[in-house]
């Protein structure tokens, strides 16, 4: 529901850009701190450099504190309960040695790193028997982020996640992929679309959850995005997309994911309202910037 006249209601304000621990001191993600983190699994860098030192430019370690911890085996349980996701490893990816915040301040070069580690851990999972990468980030304090040094996380699963899973069954539920059809109208149209750039698409999709929800898909029906070279320019879309919300509405608190199997995309979600009883009971989004203003703001920011 687009309703803008919400965000002039009193005491709606957005939920502070707040980045949690913006100071460097003591920060585990950071170059030189290597020995705060488990050991790596994963770290491109100069042939030779010794695992856990200095000097990488992408570094991947075990996720310290994971989601899915391990299933206390004592207590009552019962059928109803046992079903739960088969997951492998929740690893953490750093993204850069430098004590940044954002996807926005990661160069080019950072971005392709950040993919080739996501692609490198994806066949990791697979020879695992973990055929499903969920991919996320999380910036800022609202959006559930502890760390504030840019990041993101990898959940290795044995099968699509849910959400993915109704999203997968909806693309082919009038037999050619749904997604498609949506990129083909919005091509069209060009009223929601924010830049087209190598195969790619940013858009800010029709009925958008939140202002400035954004998406990035390729315009080829791809089912594995660690398969081809489009993951790469995908991220700095993605990034590109964020630096120009900053650079229109200030640093906002983001949750961005990559979505896949299916016709794989990446879905960029600004927390900028707190989500409530209308949103999580009924399932209605209320929005205050139309998705059409959020794409001419973002083209011209
Ligand atoms: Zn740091
Ligand atoms: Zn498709
Ligand atoms: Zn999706």
Not at 52 to 58: A, I, L, Q, R, Y
């Amino acid at each position: 529901m687009v309703a803008p006249a919400r965000a002039e209601r009193p005491g709606a304000s957005r939920p502070a850009p707040e980045f949690g621990d913006v100071d460097p001191a003591g920060c585990p993600f950071c170059e030189g701190r290597e020995a705060a983190t488990p050991p790596e699994t994963f770290a491109l860098g100069p042939p030779g450099r010794p695992a856990d030192t200095p000097g990488w430019s992408v570094r991947v370690v075990p996720n310290k504190f994971p989601a899915f911890g391990p299933w206390p085996e004592t207590g009552a349980r019962t059928g109803l309960f046992e079903r739960r996701p088969a997951v492998g490893r929740q690893e953490v990816v750093v993204h850069t040695p430098r004590h940044v915040l954002s996807l926005a301040d990661l160069t080019r070069r950072e971005l392709d790193g950040v993919a080739e580690a996501w692609r490198s851990r994806a066949q990791a999972a697979r020879a695992s028997g973990f055929p499903v990468l969920h991919a996320l980030v999380n910036e800022g304090a609202p959006a559930g982020a502890s760390l504030a040094h840019s990041h993101s996380q990898l959940v290795w699963l044995r099968e699509e996640p849910p959400a993915v899973a109704a999203e997968r069954r909806a693309q082919d539920s009038e037999g050619s992929c749904a997604l498609c059809r949506v990129l083909a109208a919005e091509r069209e149209q060009r009223v929601r679309i924010v830049l087209e750039r190598d195969g790619l698409l940013l858009l800010c999709p029709f009925a958008s959850r939140s202002s400035y929800e954004m998406l990035v898909a390729p315009l080829a029906c791809r089912d594995d995005p660690f398969a081809g070279e489009e993951l790469a320019p995908a991220l700095t879309l993605v990034a590109e997309g964020v630096r120009r919300l900053r650079s229109a509405e200030g640093a906002v608190a983001l949750n961005a994911w990559l979505h896949a199997p299916g016709h794989w995309h990446l879905e960029i979600v600004p927390r900028l309202t707190v989500l409530a009883g209308l949103e999580l009971g009924a399932g209605y989004y209320v929005n205050t910037v139309a998705p059409e203003v959020a794409a001419g703001v973002l083209r011209e920011a």
